[in-house]
């Protein structure tokens, strides 16, 4: 046998021990997986049987729904209170809050499906899903009226739960909270949707590809944060905003990176009931500065319950004919942070696909305001050049191979 062969015999043989133990390692991880210790509930939990939900359908599949209670019980003079967490999230992230809020009113604090405490494995990680999922705890409670205060993510589910049960929502407060769509990462949902739907097989992948004994079953950035991401619609928010009538109280922090300042700007003006509170805070304020929203949200909760608070029916007429004017592009904010990071990925990868195509559509969006000179410029440079050192690595490495192969040994 020649060295050559030799050579080649080696490193194939060095694929194949490598394969194996991938694959050993990987079915050692499942069974590990397998033998973990069933989650121990705590004992300050409570849990209700909801049924599971697929869009607006409820099927006859029996989940667990945990969650929290606070305050000083029934109040027939003020309604409970219902604190809706962001993704990824659980009923805990409110514990700051939920202290102050406590001594004047009942706090229902739930791990919405696919967090915290309650069912993991559900059909539908919407935030539309979730509301349904919110509306049947009421149910179970025999709650007829709540207060509902959403915070990022599920400021959503607040919007979508009001809209499924306008009459049962005593009022609104949008904490950080998500809302219009042209404000969300990238602007446009299918955009978005495609980057979510890449962050989730990834994290697919890694949770599933990677023998990994377990040890990111529980990150907090995991497979149920990306599905409630991919699942969730947020287009159908704007028309609900336009829809609703009662309270609203707008929390928002001026330095918020993951949901702009803009968003709270725009959801002000299509609520003309609606009060905004912005705070020098960024998207944490709930965990960084809990007790500066406390005067706020005491304020609002007790003109609403003293019938003080001001419903679309009683705002002033300037607000109303401000909501009633179309949206204006301008007012889209520039992206930065997280969506900053992701759109420059997304322009390199673009450029491996077309360059001349990408490069236009960067100049567009510099041009609308969406990113910034630099970045685009920066994002087109790398991923060009990037793509040019790949191609010509390919040629290098494959080239003489890949010819002496079908189908190009055939062409050649």
Known sequence: MSVARELLFLRKAWIWEAVGIYVLLLLFSYWIRTQKKPVTFPPDAEFAEVKAVAGDKLLELPLHLSYREYGPGKNPLRPPVVLLHGSPGQSLDFTLLAGPLSDNYRLIVPDLPGFGHSSRKIPDYSIRAHAHYVLQLLDKLKLDRVHVIGFSMGGGVALNLADLAPSRVASLTMLS???????ELLGDYRLNHLLHGIQLVGLRLLYDAVPHMGALDDLTIGVPYARN??????????????RYQGPMLILHGRNDILVPVQAALEHWRLVPQSTLHLLDENHFALFRNAKALVPALGQFLDEVDTGRAVTRVTAEPHRIALAAQPFDPKTVPRAMGVAAIILALTIGLAT?????????????????????????????????????????????????????????????
């Open 177 to 183: 909270a998500v809302g219009v769509q042209e404000m």
């Open 229 to 242: 991401f991919y699942d969730s619609d947020q287009r159908p928010l704007r028309g609900i905003l336009t």
């Open 352 to 412: 491996l696909v077309s360059e001349d195509l990408t490069c236009v559509g960067v100049g567009v969006m510099v041009a609308a305001g969406r990113i910034s000179f630099l970045l685009g410029t920066s994002a087109c440079f790398v991923g060009i050049f990037l793509g040019d050192v790949l191609l010509f690595a390919a040629g290098r490495f494959l080239g003489r191979p890949a010819v002496k192969r079908a189908p190009l040994k055939w062409l050649i």
